[in-house]
């Protein structure tokens, strides 16, 4: 089929955030506005030579922020605001002119994934389920409206809201009333977009984009994507454009993919601009403008630049044979004789890796050939930008979301199990289960791999519930990790993944003991932590953050009520609260208020741990 369509090419890169870049949001004429894991709300606008610039940048956030809506100038912001969403739970209204922040609105549980703007009230969606209407800085409706977390919303032209969710499903909302619910993607519906004269738009883990009539009638389904979609939008010339984990934006017309535009990782949002130009989100950090106008087209050295920063991107991950390209020796390596008749080394020349071979008789390296990957490489999957041999849907119940656990057959499945039972703060009694699961759908019943524990941010061996304790050689002569301690241990310095990752496995812990529940943290409390070490590592910004009583307040009273053998993660974090300005301030206060009950529990609990 012939499709009139010209290509994108790059116009021009927007630097600044220092994190992946989350949301998009066009603000009319006014310009763009983006949202960061770095926290921040980023307006960019067209300078007098016609170039996208940060103009304001909006802090408020205590933790990365994701969607954003624009509000039509009217009686309170003569020149317009935007509204944005975090993972604080908290909404943020904004005014375009100053920059500075008109509401607060608090009331969400759980993080905020979608935000609305209707008729001069704010909707916000959130993991907490519910849909919240906002009017004047106030809460006015709040109601259930999955049984799954909800991750996206829209209004349509026609008044009604739509909800997409991690139960698969969208839904259609007059008011608190439901009117349709729309089943058939397989997976979270995450992204939505209005049609315009034709219906709604969802993108999903699945990997598929639906066009839907209002009736929820699938009048379209679009397949292209190798992972999933995280955001749709559609322009008045009938064109679409997704963005996936897969590191494309795709450009849609009449439901065929007309162009795949590669970024050197994953694309989390992409939306039109007015006059059809595209602006992407991309993980790196940087906002890209796409247009088909050759006079705003970039200039032919920013071209070569990209194409470099996307070659250098795919050399870093590429693997040959199982093995990462960037992480095979050298030519240099074959000046080191081999051990053994026949024993085989693979090096790196250029692009590609080549495998030698060790002639004992003449001594030297005999060239075997290029190594390559099979011919299902190109059916590898990806997962947050980078590819497996396999990316399962793991189904942890307990009406929880589907998790996606990614896997190469070179890897020991107890090692992977392992570390995403971490990651994913689940205990490591689904060890066995989650191995005999890889095995099963990898067809490597049959192997062998070594199935000890090994902690992967502290590599030391843990407790597995229902295997036997490792016993040591009592013979063997006792060896220590940390005994005597070579260098210095410094007071401004923390380890705050691992930190974070021990307070996980201890909040475990307390949640599978009866007697100990009660003292067990809430999702959102462990969300607070997160949010407040997220804090604590942006030393850039220690002039400006802050902290909210109820964190001081929330690390004080883990301290006076955990066991004493699970508070030193804790006690690393309030160690670092002092060194921040505002952080010092607010423990002072605190322990002013408690008569210095506090501070004295503090060093208590310090001198046990040293």
């Known amino acids: 089929m012939d499709i009139d369509f010209k290509e994108y090419q790059l116009r021009c890169e927007l630097r600044g955030h220092e994190d992946d870049v989350r949301g998009i949001c066009v603000c009319g004429s006014k310009g763009i506005a983006t949202s960061s894991r770095d926290r921040t709300v980023r307006l960019w606008s067209l300078d007098d030579n016609r170039r996208f610039a940060s103009s304001k940048i909006l802090l408020g956030h205590t933790s990365f922020v994701g969607p954003l809506a624009w509000i039509p100038p009217n009686s309170d912001l003569p020149h317009g605001g935007v509204v944005s969403g975090g993972m604080d739970t908290l909404v943020c209204v904004w005014d375009l002119k100053t920059g500075e922040k008109v509401h ?16 001069g009230d704010v909707v916000s969606s959130s993991v907490d389920c519910t849909l919240k209407r906002w009017r004047n800085g106030q809460s006015v409706e709040s109601w259930e409206a999955h049984k799954a977390p909800v991750q996206t919303v829209i209004k349509l032209p026609s008044g009604e809201l739509v909800t997409g969710s991690s139960d698969t499903t969208l839904k259609l909302w007059r008011g ?20 315009s004269g034709l219906g709604i738009l969802s993108a999903s883990h699945d990997g598929s984009l639906r066009l839907w009539a209002v009736s929820g009638e699938v009048l379209m389904e679009m397949v292209g994507h190798t992972a999933i979609v995280y955001s749709v939008d559609s322009h008045a010339s009938g064109l679409i454009v997704s963005g996936s984990e897969d590191r494309f934006a795709k450009v849609w017309k009449d439901g065929v993919c007309v162009q795949s535009i590669e970024h050197p990782g994953c694309v989390w949002d992409a939306k039109f601009m007015e006059n059809g130009d595209i602006v992407t989100a991309c993980s790196d950090g940087v906002v890209r403008i796409w247009t088909i106008d050759q006079d705003n087209v970039a200039d032919q050295l920013e071209l070569e630049l990209y194409t470099s920063q996307l070659s250098e991107y795919k050399s870093s991950r590429k693997r040959v044979g199982g093995l990462k390209l960037e992480e095979l020796p050298g030519l240099e390596a074959l000046k080191i ?31 075997i050939g290029e190594v390559v990957d099979g011919p299902e490489e190109s059916n590898r999957q990806f997962f947050d930008g980078i590819q497996y041999d396999y990316v399962f849907d793991v189904d942890i119940g307990d009406g929880m979301p589907t998790r996606k656990l990614p896997y190469n057959r070179s890897d020991n499945p107890y090692d992977v199990a392992d570390k995403w039972l971490l990651k994913e703060n689940l205990p490591l009694s689904f ?17 062998t791999f070594d199935a000890s524990f090994r902690d992967p941010f502290t590599g030391s061996h843990a407790y597995v519930p229902g295997q036997p304790s490792r016993m040591s050689d009592i013979s063997a002569k006792p060896t220590f990790k940390h005994i005597p301690k070579k260098g210095m241990l410094v007071f401004d310095a923390a380890q705050f993944d691992g930190i974070l990752k021990k307070i996980t496995e201890f909040n475990n812990a307390l949640q599978s003991d009866q007697e100990k529940q ?8 462990v969300s607070r932590l997160g949010a407040i070490v997220k804090i604590l590592k942006d030393t ?38 002092v060194l921040h300005p505002d952080g010092a301030v607010l423990l002072h206060k605190h322990f002013e208020a408690e008569n210095g009950i ?6 208590l609990f310090s001198d046990i741990r040293l």
């Open 598 to 603: 506090s501070i004295a529990i503090f060093f």
């Open 176 to 195: 608190k009333t439901c009117l349709h619910t729309f089943q058939g993607h397989s997976d979270t519906v995450r992204g939505l977009s209005v049609m």
């Open 431 to 447: 060890r066995e289960q989650i191995v005999q699961f890889i095995l099963q759908n990898t067809g490597q019943n049959n192997i």
């Open 540 to 577: 850039s910004h220690y002039h400006s953050s802050k902290f909210a009583d109820s964190d001081i307040a929330l690390l004080l009273n883990l301290l006076r009520s955990w066991p004493i053998a699970m508070i030193f993660p804790v006690i690393d974090i309030v160690r670092m609260l």
């Open 518 to 525: 009660n003292l067990s943290l809430t999702e959102l409390n």
């Open 337 to 367: 004789p081999g051990t053994t008749d026949g024993q085989t080394k693979v090096v790196r020349e250029g692009d590609n890796g080549v495998a030698y071979g060790w002639n004992m008789k003449e001594q030297k390296w005999d060239k």
């Open 104 to 119: 607060t609105l608090k009331g969400h549980q759980l993080q905020v994934t979608g935000i609305a703007f209707d008729d």
